[in-house]
């Protein structure tokens, strides 16, 4: 639930008890248990089945003077999900929801947060009619981002010939293996698309974690069946020119990938690690596109205080981060 200020929580105490949602008696009773808790009052009401978790954030929406959303059964548009990043969207727990006259449509939790209603709309490039939903309902739809890397996409076009090895049978039926090829081919797209710089395919002892790092953070995405992991890696290995009966050694490769129109090098790094193989995949737009250092989100004193180190005739510009975050692009800028 979104952080509430004094005022909004007096008026929804109020309201609650003027609409007959809760009597004043359980509601007092709750406030004092909350305070000898140490707990949020409201959190503690759905907790206990007072009142439904949808029904209280309505009347949070009421008493805040935002329009509300209950998107607990809705199928939100995949061309309209992307315009979010899957990262950006959980950070904030914020969901785009549909174009209306030139604005974007989006549910959040806290859309009281004027700072993180600002950042929205720089980074979307568009201004936004902001909606207040409930936890459950904005999980409801970041678990359609999840859902998007488990459909069949053919978007991601890999060409590299194959490996000549001795077990030619084995490999035509990996090649030939259309799910195991859809599978690679979608988790590619959709770490491309959502401008990850590594993917990473881990073996657990029952399951195959798959993991993409976007903005330097490192997030699970989905796991598969662990069957899948023998026919997956020698997928990759193959398009790698990689040995595919070699499990016990590290190997290092690459291919190209084409996702709408984008070329993009991979760079393959897999290691035997205990419950199999693990693929590290590092990816490197080819298109070479480049940023201003506004385009990077420096702005103010941060941006005058680069522009006048970089005219001084002498000294060092040190950028440090983790993989992934941005150094280099930062320094190309």
Same mark, same amino acid.
């Given at each position: ?21 809760? =009597?004043?008696? #359980?509601?007092?009773?709750? &406030? ?5 808790? %140490?707990? +949020?009052?409201?959190?503690? !009401? ?115 010939? =194959?490996?000549? #090895?001795?077990?030619?049978? &084995? ?5 030939? %293996?259309? +799910?195991?090829?859809?599978? !690679? ?149």
């Amino acid at each position: 639930m979104a952080l509430l200020t004094d005022e909004i929580q007096e008026k929804l105490i109020k309201l609650l008890i003027d609409e007959g949602l809760v =009597e004043k008696r #359980i509601l007092d009773d709750a &406030e004092k248990r909350a305070k000898k808790e %140490d707990k +949020p009052l409201f959190s503690l !009401l759905t907790e206990e089945g007072v009142i439904d978790n949808e029904l209280l954030t309505h009347a949070v929406a009421q008493v805040s003077g935002v329009p509300y959303v209950n998107l607990s059964n809705s199928f939100i548009d995949q061309n309209i999900l992307s315009l979010l990043p899957a990262e950006v969207a959980e950070r904030f727990m914020a969901v785009p929801l549909a174009e209306v006259q030139n604005r974007l449509a989006v549910a959040m939790i806290d859309a009281n947060n004027v700072q993180a209603v600002d950042y929205l709309a720089n980074r979307i490039q568009r201004p936004l009619k902001v909606f207040m939903a409930s936890e459950d309902s904005v999980r409801h739809v970041l678990g359609q981002y999840k859902a998007d890397l488990s459909t069949v996409s053919d978007a991601a076009q890999v060409s590299q010939e =194959e490996a000549a #090895i001795e077990s030619a049978t &084995e490999i035509k039926t990996i090649v030939q %293996d259309s +799910p195991i090829s859809r599978a !690679l081919s979608t988790i590619l797209e959709y770490a491309v698309k959502s401008h990850a710089s590594d993917v990473h395919i881990e073996p657990l002892e029952k399951a195959l974690k798959i993991r993409c790092r976007v903005d330097g953070v490192l997030r699970e995405v989905m796991q598969l069946p662990k069957s899948i992991e023998p026919a997956l890696v020698s997928r990759i290995k193959i398009l790698s020119s990689l040995k595919i009966d070699e499990h016990r050694i590290p190997q290092d490769g690459q291919f190209a990938v084409n996702v709408a129109g984008k070329a993009v090098d991979l760079r393959i790094a897999i290691s035997p690690v205990v419950w199999g193989e693990q693929v590290v995949i590092r990816l490197l737009d080819k298109t070479g596109n480049s940023f201003d250092l506004e385009d990077m989100g420096y702005a103010g004193r941060a941006l005058r205080s680069i522009r006048k180190g970089i005219k001084r005739p002498n000294g060092m510009i040190l950028t440090s981060g983790p993989t992934g975050s941005g150094k280099s692009t930062s320094l190309y800028a």
